[in-house]
């Protein structure tokens, strides 16, 4: 995994902690919820790819 990768996540989740904190005392409790769920998922489809590879590393390294 390379360490830009590991930047972009904790860009996301900074990013995130902003936008949720402004929407919180700007009373759009709703929205800073959608907001961090939509900062989770982007999160998660950036790492899923990473998991898919380690995967077929180690069926490939097991022969299975």
Do not use: H
């Amino acid at each position: 995994m390379d360490i830009d990768m590991i930047f972009k996540i904790a860009a996301i989740g900074i990013i995130v902690a902003i936008l949720n904190q402004l929407l919180i005392r700007s009373g759009r409790e709703e929205q800073a919820l959608l907001t961090t769920i939509a900062g989770l998922i982007v999160a998660l489809m950036m790492i899923i790819t990473q998991i898919s590879d380690l995967f077929s590393t180690i069926k490939n390294t097991f022969g299975l």
